[in-house]
């Protein structure tokens, strides 16, 4: 059943304010791990697919100054189960380049564990590039050129992981209230705080997800230390309004390729997350079994519960880590 998408609707306009105030550096954090992601644009070559898009995708809208005029004239989305799709119309214009012109844009999303990733992007403008923002925009290009040339990356391995999920319960009323600008600023300081507990808890922070993010370690301990970091620093920062914070963590085997991870250890962290609510930590029972001799930890209120695309049902457990 088609719907409108409040939800979808706020992810697009981050994805814009990222490409509008230059935070180039989250922009692939937006799109999908596939194959099968396409980045369509309005030149004649501008039609690429795959990890180059992912890979460029930053330094492609770094290539454009920052814009001078940016005015949203239409704004929509809609979702019909597991995927959705978002179009705007947007007035944009650059300093020293004449009159300001209209950009077309459509998101195609699908969702991908727990978060909305953008699996086809296209925008068109009435004339080429160069003459739209000075630059002929060659990123993703050169990309595919030294894809072509040298062959795929074949970077991959494998292992045990704990696999580490966040999520902000309740951001798209929160964005909504607090507007896109300050909204963008509070969750890139909550990105980073998430990002320096992992490094201090020797685990991998592999990337954002929206509102989100998804982290590895090796030690199953020190994924639970972290959640515990995680949920003291939400708790003690004197910021307004104050997030929301849901921690999913899952043990088991991961591929890593590309330097994104792989496999059902991933979706079902996702999946955990979206189980539990606001200040909880919810851990699956084999990251549980991992920690079984560490008696500093408390496991309380064990449940069976479905998650979504998994079959059977799941026992997980709250990790208490406040009194």
């Known amino acids: 059943m088609i719907k409108t998408s409040p939800e979808l609707l706020a992810v697009t306009e981050r994805w814009f304010d990222a490409i509008r105030y230059r935070r180039t550096h989250v922009l692939k954090d937006y799109l999908s791990d596939s194959a099968e992601l396409r980045f369509i644009g309005t030149g004649e070559d501008e039609f690429w697919r795959g990890q180059v898009v992912r890979d460029g995708v930053g330094d492609f809208i770094g290539e454009m100054p920052e814009p001078d005029v940016w005015e949203v004239l239409e704004a929509e989305a809609f979702e019909n189960g597991e995927t959705g799709w978002s179009a705007f119309l947007h007035k944009v214009g650059f300093p020293g380049l004449g009159d300001s012109f209209i950009v077309r844009t459509v998101l195609v999303f699908v969702l991908e564990g727990a978060s909305w990733k953008i699996i086809n992007r296209h925008a068109s403008l009435p004339f080429p590039n160069v003459e739209f923002v000075g630059s002929e925009q060659l990123a993703i290009q050169s990309l595919v050129n030294a894809a072509l040339n040298d062959g795929p990356e074949l970077l991959q391995t494998e292992g045990l992981a704990s696999v580490l999920f966040t999520d902000v319960e309740g951001s798209t009323p929160l964005a909504e209230a607090m507007g896109n600008q300050s909204w963008s600023a509070l969750i890139d300081q909550h990105f980073q705080t998430v990002e320096g507990i992992v490094v201090a808890h020797r685990g991998q922070f592999v990337k954002s997800l929206g509102d989100g993010t998804l982290s590895s370690f090796q ?14 620093a939400v708790k003690l920062t004197d910021m307004e309004p104050r997030l929301g914070l849901r ?16 496999g ?22 084999e990251t549980r079994a991992m920690v079984s001799g560490h008696h500093e930890f408390k496991f309380v209120d064990a449940k069976s519960v479905t998650l979504k695309g998994l079959p059977k049902d799941h026992t997980v457990y709250r990790l208490q880590w406040s009194q």
Do not use: C, P, W, Y
Request: charged share 20%; glycine share 8%.
């Open 264 to 285: 059902t250890v991933v979706n079902k962290a996702a999946r955990i997350t979206s189980s539990a609510n606001a200040g909880e930590i919810l851990v699956s029972d």
């Open 219 to 232: 030690s199953a301990n020190e994924a639970l230390l972290a959640a515990i970091d995680m949920q003291e």
């Open 247 to 262: 921690v999913g963590i899952h043990t088991g085997e991961v591929v890593l390729a590309r330097g994104d991870f792989f």
